[in-house]
Structures are given as structure tokens and as C-alpha cells.
């Protein structure tokens, strides 16, 4: 919020948040409360009345985050007044984030509608309810891009620094993702401890022309690949995985009840293949996707690590074999992988 307070060198019309020079979002994206349909209409009449005593001869661009493939609200109002709505998803499998090539195609858009010379150009953000996280990535993510932000940042950063290349987005980066490690666990049920299974979704990399997302692994729910582990043992928690993935994943952990029915989501996390490093990704608390009200669950030193292989070790194959265990529940701790304690020690984050 101080970023935008330092942005602010105009009053903008009301019903608008200026983010920076002709990028205002709607403030109604920041509130909990829902307007009625007729009132909503409202708004956004009294708002383009605004926009058009204080930009005369501007054009406007809207970029909307919405919640599935109906069409929109606010670009059944706004086609009244020639406004183009561009609508992108409110999420990627859950995780509040874009794909990698429709967060590309949302900064050129965006460039390119500013830059373009003539009228004075606007460029507008809107989301649904719900749709605020994606909304406020992709505007960092803009900021970044036009060089009028700099901060720490550092996905964005290798992201925007990438896009030099002479080819962008690049060939998809196929992996073999190995395991997932967990280091600390979160209070389930009163207790710290948890019984793990994971879920990778993704492109198949064996039908690289479908851009279409698909479950790649899920972990067997059965007491031979399911196991419980107490914070007692305090020693890091292994999840095999084996599977090949390949651009956009999004990764979800897990808690299965004791009746290997019932599920509880822990944590999700969203990567690119292309930006993995030194076959690993190091993530804090800070770094995954976790319910509103559940990061307390958490301990502060929290830490995740996702191991990846060379991808020919897996061959053509999709989904491998899931993790190995007794076929007995056990309580107790991971056994038998590479510690990495000391990269941990030298991580603060990415």
C-alpha cells in the first residue's frame, strides 16, 4: 500500500485507484461487500461518466479476472460505451496465479495499449470477487515490467529480465519431479502432525500440441503409500512422487484423514519448469499458497523443498510408482534422502 500511496500524484476519479500513469484499478475489488446488479450498474455508470469529464479523448482497455467461461458483468455494462473487456481466469488450478504465457500475453497487451501513440490511452483493472491475489501479482508484474518498481521481488525480477531472450516464452523445460520434502508440519486437528499425499497438475509433456491442464500424479490412498508423521520425531517428511512435468504446475499438499477419505488442504504451490534451478525449489511459509486463516497452523520456520532428476531417468513415462512404505501406518520420520541442510542454511526464500 505505501507503493501505491507514493504513486499517487492526482486524484483519480471516484470508484478508481490510480496504480501508476493511465492504470487505475476499481476500488470495489478491494471490498468484501457485494452490490446488487442494479447497483453495480450503477457504479460503473458513474464511474465512466467520471472518466470521460476527466479523459475526453482517451480509449480504454479493461482487463477482468473472472470465475469461469460465462460471460462477464462488467463486460455486458461496458460494451455499452465501446470499451473492450479482456477477460483472463482468476486462477490456475486453484492457485491464485496466471499461466506463464498469459501473464506474457498480459504484459504485452498491456505494453502495447500504453505505448501506442495518438489518443491518450487508459488502461483499467478489474477481478470478481475472490480474484484480488491474481490482481495484485500481475500489477507487480506490470510495474516491474515498465521499469517503474524495483523491489525484491526476485521471480518477477528473473521473469522480466528473461524476457530478453530473442524467443519468449521459450520451449517448455521438461523435469522429472522427484519428491517433495517437508521440514516442520502444520497443527491438524489439535496436533502437529500430518498424513501427506500429494497432487501434481499440469501440461502432459508426452502430448506437448494439448495445452489443456490434467492430474500427472496422485499419491494412492492406501496405508502402503499413505503415512502419519508426529512433529515428535522431528525429522523432515518425504512424499515420493515420480512424474514428468513440463511449463505451468501446480503442486497441492494434502492432510488425509485417518478414513483415507476425507481430505484437508495443507498447502498449494505454482512453478514454471523453465525457472527451476540446480534440480530443486527452497520455499518458506511466505512462498506457498495457503488458506486465509491457516498460516498460524504453520511454524514460522516452515520450509518445503521440491526435488527434481534428470527427466530421462523417468522415460516416457507420466506417472511412475507412488511412494513405497510398509503396508502397515507407521509413525515416524522419512527415510533414507539427500539432506540439504546446508543449501537451507544459505536459502532465505528462492
Known sequence: MALFRRLFYKNPPDGLMEISGRVYVFDSCLSTDVMEKDNYKKYMDGIVAQLQDH???????VFNFREGE???QIS??????????????????????????????????????LSLEGPQNVLLMHCERGGWPVLAFTL?????????????QKTLEMYISRRNLDSWPPADTSLALDSLIL????????ERSCRPIVRVHGQDPSTAASRSSQVLFSTP??????????????????VDIHCRVQGDVVLECIHLDEDMVREEMMF??????????????????????????????????????????????????TGIEAASGDEDETEGGAEEFFEREEVFSNADGH
Open 221 to 238: 490412498k492406501t496405508k502402503k503409500h499413505v503415512r502419519h508423521y508426529k512433529q515428535a520425531e522431528n525429522t523432515p517428511v518425504k
Open 268 to 317: 498449494r504451490l505454482m512453478f514454471n519448469t523453465l525457472f527451476v534451478r540446480s534440480n530443486a525449489l527452497l520455499l518458506s511459509r511466505e512462498d506457498i499458497d495457503i488458506l486465509w486463516d491457516a498460516k498460524e497452523q504453520f511454524p514460522e520456520d516452515f520450509k518445503v523443498e521440491v526435488l527434481f532428476l534428470d527427466p530421462d531417468i523417468l522415460g516416457s513415462t
Open 70 to 72: 460465462m460471460r462477464s
Open 76 to 113: 455486458d455494462i461496458l460494451s455499452e460505451y465501446d470499451m473492450t473487456v479482456m477477460d483472463y481466469p482468476r486462477q490456475y488450478e486453484g492457485c491464485p496465479l496466471l499461466p506463464l504465457e498469459m501473464t506474457d500475453h498480459f504484459l504485452r497487451s498491456s505494453e502495447s495499449w
Open 55 to 61: 479523459f475526453p479523448d482517451a480509449s480504454y482497455m
Open 140 to 152: 507487480a508484474a506490470l510495474l516491474l515490467y515498465r521499469k517503474q518498481y524495483t523491489g525484491e
Open 183 to 190: 521440514r516442520g508440519l502444520p497443527v491438524i486437528n489439535g
